[in-house]
């Protein structure tokens, strides 16, 4: 196995220890919500930035999810985290990121409609 490939799997188990963690109830709120939102994230089938822009869209894969990942980590307590690590070695079925994914498009649709609106005003203002 390739240096890269293993990383992934590394990364891929690690959400799922936040994923397992985030239902766990020893893990403090905070550290629940910000795990929620990074498993949501990771597993969303659409991304905030997508990857068709150049540079940026693959900046959020690259970036954004694993500091989020070393955060929720932090703030899990370690035997929580341990835990949660050896299920998710033996966990077989993945999470799947459709409220993720909505809410990402519900973001789109937002800033597509202000930068709609913004054009008309600045339209109206010109002619």
Known sequence: MTGWRRRSQALKQEIYALYLAYRDPRTPWAARILAAAVVAYAFSPLDLIPDF?????YLDDL?????GIAL????????VLTDCRERAG???????GRA????IV??????????????KKALAGWL
Do not use: E, F
Request: aromatic residues 2%; proline residues 12%; glycine residues 4%.
């Open 90 to 96: 033996t966990m077989t079925t993945r999470p799947t």
């Open 106 to 119: 519900l973001i789109w649709i937002g800033l597509a409609a202000l930068a709609a609106m913004l054009i």
């Open 100 to 103: 993720a994914a909505a809410v």
């Open 53 to 57: 822009v150049p540079v940026l869209g």
């Open 63 to 67: 970036v954004l999810v694993p500091l």
């Open 72 to 79: 929720a980590l932090r703030l899990i307590p370690p035997d």
